[in-house]
């Protein structure tokens, strides 16, 4: 078994490699991508396991469209696709996707495990703190302190603790067994939505048909899955999990390019491709989609943000998501307004911008 220092040493050589592959011409990743996608492809049939795509927004709609144009015309996409915007519903109908449904809604995931908010790793940690157990007790004193265990190397100041801020707001659930002053938060949080939104419903498809994964995921991205895909490269085969991200070398730009270049269906929530003055591509709208009551990264956006967006496209269900989809014991209502109070986010002013004569939202 490596030691602590050989296992880092490991992952330091391999993130170096990485990251000179993410620096190459677009040319070089397409090129790159593309053998990625035989390899995989190659190797699953060499272990009698069919492939699919996992789709859901504009990056995982291109990675279908790809793999497609190399020849792979029978791998099918893959979808819970109600829980997406409605526009990327239409590409999916569009491109002949599978859609699966989700084991639970919305509203009750939310009313059951709590907010998903911040990011899925960062809820997962909150979700920890407010449910303590025996078995978590080391992981639950990292992520207040930053001090990991053996496995860790007896560290400090880890990226297992909490930032400042959100250790402020939402940390109180250790106050007594850690002898700090935080915060405990007017809600619930979790990261349990995706799962049953989504993964499991996924998963349970991909096992009834033998079938793995094609996933759109980059390592530019960010997130929990930046030093997975680091570390592991675009084809991984492990005991458990078996999935391909031909895209994991890509940056923004190359993936925008790449749906220019096969003319892929921008739903419209993204408004249009375009190219800013630094030479940049973008979305004119969104540049991610999703589930509209997902909060994964909404501390990170300019207004007009997701929940805005949302209420352009349908007051009433922004009303519900914001004010109405839960209830505090005593029976009064709340939503994702509170959330977003709790944690510094604008939603509440609508003002009309002159401008480019249209309604956007501001904090007055």
């Known amino acids: 078994m490596q030691s602590y220092e050989e296992r880092s040493k490991d992952y330091e050589k391999k993130i170096a490699d990485f990251q000179v592959k993410q620096k190459q011409p677009y040319e070089f990743k397409k090129k790159y991508a593309e053998t990625r996608v035989r390899e995989f492809i190659r190797e ?49 109908r569009k491109l002949g996707v599978i859609r699966l449904s989700p084991y639970k809604n919305k509203a009750e995931i939310i009313r059951e495990f709590g907010f998903p ?45 909490l930032a400042n801020r959100w250790l402020e707001l939402f940390g109180g659930y250790e106050n007594e067994n850690e002898g700090v002053d935080y915060q405990i938060p007017p809600f619930k949080v979790s990261s349990k939505c995706c799962y049953f939104l989504k993964e499991k419903p996924a998963d349970d498809w991909a096992k009834e048909h033998n079938s793995v994964p094609f996933l759109g995921l980059m390592a530019s991205e960010g997130g929990r899955r930046e030093k997975s895909l680091m570390i592991n490269g675009c084809n991984y085969f492990g005991k458990s999990t078996i999935r391909s991200a031909p895209f994991a070398i890509f940056m923004r730009d190359d993936i925008l390019q790449l749906a220019l270049d096969l003319n892929v269906p921008v739903p419209k929530a993204y408004g249009e491709i375009k190219r800013s003055f630094d030479g940049r591509l973008y979305t004119t709208k969104a540049q991610r989609t999703g589930c509209s009551m997902c909060g994964f990264g909404i501390h990170l956006e300019k207004r007009p943000h997701r929940f805005d967006r949302l209420r352009e496209r349908n007051e009433k269900e922004w009303d519900f998501w914001m004010n109405r989809c839960c209830k505090d014991p005593d029976g009064t209502p709340y939503g994702w307004g509170r959330v977003l109070d709790y944690i510094g986010v604008g939603w509440r002013d609508k003002v009309f911008d002159m401008k480019n004569n249209q309604i956007s939202f501001a904090d007055l």
């Open 44 to 92: 699953c049939d060499k272990r009698g396991l069919e492939c699919h795509v996992s789709v859901g927004g504009l990056d995982s709609i291109t990675l279908l469209m790809f793999i497609h144009s190399l020849g792979y015309t029978d791998i099918p996409g893959v979808s819970v696709s109600s829980i997406e915007d409605s526009s990327v519903q239409e590409v999916h």
């Open 117 to 161: 908010v911040l990011s899925k790793e960062i809820a997962a940690k909150i979700e920890l703190l407010a449910n303590p157990s025996e078995k978590n007790k080391t992981v639950r004193h990292a992520i207040i302190t930053g001090e990991t265990g053996e496995y860790g190397g007896f560290r400090k100041g880890t990226r297992m603790q």
